[in-house]
C-alpha cells in the first residue's frame, strides 16, 4: 500500500536548537518525495523535493531508499519555522496525484 | 501572476444538498488537481484533471465528481451530501502534471 507516515503530531524546540522531523514513505517503485509547508494563515507551499537537492531556506531533505525515509533537517531552528509540514510522496504516472503525511507541527520556542 | 483562486471561500449546506465549487489555476497552468483535508483523515487526493481530462481520481464515492473547462478552470461537484463531507477543499495547480503544486487557499464546507 501507498503511504506516507510522519510520527510525530507536534515537535516542540527552541530557537537554536536543531530539528529533524521525520517521514517514513510506503510504496513499490520509485516515488518522488516532497515536503510541503501551511504558515498560520497562509497556503500550503512547497518546500523542497528530493530530485532537486536543494536547501530552501536552511532545510534540507535526503531520500534513504534503503529506509525508505525522507526526513527533514534544520541545524538552527528559528521561530518564523513554526508551521506544519506535510511529507508527500508522488508516483510514477501519478501526475497531481499526492499522497500525504498526517503533518507534524513545529512549534519553535524562544 | 494571480495564485490559485477558490471560490467560495466558505459554504454552509444541509445533508442531501448538492454543491459545487469552483477553482480558477493559475494563468499557464493546465493540471489542476483537488483534495480533502479534514482533522482526522488529513489530506486525501480526490481527482486531477489535466486538458480537459480527468487523469487520476482518488477513492471517494461517486457523488463526488469534477470537470475542466477549456480556459483549464475547474469545478467539483458534490451530490448528495453527507455530514461527512464536512472538510476544506483545496485546489492546486501546476504547469505540467508532474511539477509543484501550488494551492489555493480552500473552500470550508460545512454540511448540517
Known amino acids: 500500500a501507498q503511504r506516507v507516515t510522519q510520527p510525530e503530531k507536534l515537535l516542540s524546540v527552541f530557537k537554536g536548537a536543531p530539528v529533524e522531523l521525520k517521514c517514513n514513505y510506503s510504496y513499490s517503485g520509485s516515488p518522488e518525495l516532497f515536503w510541503y509547508v501551511q504558515y498560520s494563515r497562509q497556503r500550503l507551499q512547497l518546500l523542497l523535493r528530493?530530485?532537486s537537492r536543494e536547501s530552501i531556506k536552511g532545510f534540507t531533505a535526503d531520500l534513504n531508499k534503503g529506509e525508505t525515509s525522507f526526513h527533514l533537517k534544520k541545524p538552527f531552528a528559528q521561530e518564523e519555522d513554526s508551521a506544519m509540514y506535510y511529507c508527500?510522496?508522488?508516483?510514477?504516472?501519478?501526475?497531481?496525484?499526492?499522497?500525504f503525511g498526517q503533518g507534524t507541527e513545529l512549534s519553535v520556542k524562544p | 501572476k494571480a495564485g490559485v483562486t477558490q471560490t467560495p471561500r466558505y459554504l454552509i449546506k444541509t445533508r442531501g444538498q448538492q454543491v459545487t465549487l469552483s477553482c480558477s489555476p493559475i494563468s499557464g497552468h493546465r493540471s489542476v488537481s483537488w483534495y480533502q483535508q479534514t482533522p482526522g483523515q488529513g489530506l486525501q487526493f480526490l481527482f486531477e484533471y489535466f486538458s480537459e481530462t480527468q487523469r487520476n481520481k482518488g477513492n471517494f464515492p461517486g457523488r463526488f465528481s469534477g470537470r475542466q473547462f477549456s480556459n483549464s478552470r475547474s469545478e467539483m461537484n458534490v451530490s448528495t451530501l453527507e455530514l461527512g463531507d464536512s472538510a476544506l477543499y483545496l485546489c492546486?495547480?501546476?504547469?505540467?502534471?508532474?511539477?509543484?503544486?501550488?494551492f489555493g487557499s480552500g473552500t470550508q464546507l460545512s454540511v448540517l
Open positions: 528530493h530530485i
Open positions: 492546486a495547480s501546476s504547469e505540467n502534471r508532474f511539477e509543484k503544486l501550488f
Open positions: 508527500a510522496l508522488l508516483g510514477p504516472n501519478q501526475g497531481g496525484k499526492l499522497i
